[in-house]
């Protein structure tokens, strides 16, 4: 009678081919270690390794001469003075100062500047086939002008054509930056543009409308569900009787749309430049305030204790001013310009922390630098200024442990400028060399 079967009978099993299971096992076991061996001489072979003047890392706060930095599989693998270039193509990026990828938190790639053609007729006038195909090239000029991250605030009427670029972006259809897009963003009803109509003329907005309880949870979803990384609200806008910022949304309601995102584990953003809207939003519990014209030195602090930062947006006001004539004199600067200047001083001693966001496509894609430069011109330091722009952007983003620095394990999201940015931020439009995940996206020759 034979024996019972048990599982060591099995391993002496004989297949079709007279092969037993131990020695298939075995040579699967063998061709594994067979690929991992390529796969890691391939990864050797595909190292880069940068060599600099110096490197700005995102968090010291200064800048290390002699480092280098190692890039294996779109990831920095080392950085500092004692890298190993073994098996690795050796750039060298002579005179150079290498440092994260810069990072703006508000830009518009749905749109081009206003002295080109004015928004209203963007929105109203031009396809969203053709606003999605400027938005490709605006992505491109950007990456090469070193912003290798942005968070791109509304479509401006265009729906979810920034969900597209995104993705379009992400196959490699086109040229970009990594980009965090909000969608439509959401408005009151009745706040926004375009205006002037009659009642008869049924005309797109640059935005959705959404009030109370049930409309505004399913339009946050509604935006969610359509590939918005972050949720956007108008917490006022130019609608007072005078045409002045009012507050368009209570506390209750920003609070409805803030903890409706957090459950998806969204943050909010709020577009506020009056006092009041500034201080209903950071009751709500939005994580940036953008431009904050308006705000107070009782709404800064409250912002500086809840960890609010703000996108001043200097640079699309200091655009707007010139295209309506000034001429960029102290002297006869326009009310406007100001305002901004008070702002950002009563932030500054507050202590609020300070993003990068330019509302770039109010001024031209890839002069993305202008907003550093003016941070600058503003009262902060070129240090404070290059902190938000890499690390201090990417922890508002989350993604402090993926972009914004020069360390092991982070994404290689490097460039490289001409001069020192800590001496003279303009140094921040000298770029001469952007690599984005590992893939160089740029290298000028000598």
């Known amino acids: 009678m034979p024996a019972p079967w048990t599982p060591r009978h099995a391993w002496g099993r004989m297949d079709a081919e007279g092969e037993s299971a131990m020695t298939v096992i075995a040579r699967a076991l063998g061709a594994a270690v067979v690929a991992l061996g390529l796969a890691a001489a391939a990864a050797a072979q595909d190292a880069v390794v940068l060599k600099p003047a110096a490197v700005f890392d995102g ?10 930095v190692r890039v294996e599989a779109g990831r920095i693998a080392a950085a500092g003075s004692d890298v190993d270039e073994a098996g690795a193509e050796v750039i060298a990026l002579d005179g150079l100062t290498l440092m994260p990828g810069l990072i703006d938190l508000h830009s518009h790639l749905l749109l081009h500047p206003y002295d080109e053609t004015g928004w209203n007729d963007q929105v109203l006038r031009e396809s969203v086939a053709e606003r999605a195909i400027r938005a490709g090239k605006h992505a491109e000029a950007t990456l090469r002008a070193g912003f290798t991250t942005l968070r791109d605030l509304g479509s401006e009427g265009a729906g979810y054509a ?18 965090l897009v909000a969608g439509p963003a959401i408005v009151a009803t009745g706040s926004y543009g375009p205006k002037g109509f009659h009642d008869g003329v049924d005309v797109p907005l640059g935005a959705v409308e959404a009030d109370g309880h049930d409309a505004l949870i399913a339009e946050v979803r509604r935006q969610i569900g359509g590939g918005a990384d972050w949720v956007k609200v108008y917490a006022d806008y130019r609608w007072g009787p005078n045409g002045e910022a009012r507050p368009t949304f209570s506390v209750e309601e920003l609070t409805l749309i803030v903890d409706t995102a957090a459950a998806s584990g969204r943050k909010t953003v709020a577009h506020a430049s009056s006092a009041d809207a500034m201080a209903r939003a950071v009751e709500a519990g939005v994580a940036t305030i953008e431009h904050g014209d308006g705000g107070t030195a009782e709404v800064f602090r409250a912002m500086a204790r809840a960890g609010v930062a703000l996108c001043p947006t200097i640079a699309a006001g200091d655009a707007i001013a010139r295209y309506q004539g000034w001429d960029g004199a102290a002297d006869t600067a326009p009310a406007r310009i100001a305002v901004k200047r008070r702002s950002v001083d009563l932030a500054l001693t507050a202590g609020v922390t300070f993003c990068n966001g330019s509302d770039v496509g109010v001024f031209s894609h890839g002069d993305n630098a202008r907003e550093l430069e003016l941070m600058v011109d503003h009262g902060l330091t070129p240090l404070a200024v290059l902190t938000a722009a890499t690390a201090g952007n990417a922890a508002i983003l989350g993604l402090e442990n993926e972009i914004g620095r020069v360390a092991p394990g982070h994404a290689a999201d490097l460039i490289a400028v001409d001069g020192d940015p800590l001496a003279d931020i303009a140094a921040t439009r000298a770029v001469r060399f952007v690599m984005k995940h590992g893939a160089v996206v740029r290298h000028d020759a000598e």
């Open 59 to 68: 968090t010291s706060g200064r800048l290390h001469a002699g480092w280098a």
């Open 162 to 179: 920034d969900v597209g670029v995104r993705q379009a972006i992400e196959k490699g259809v086109v040229d970009g930056p990594r980009l």
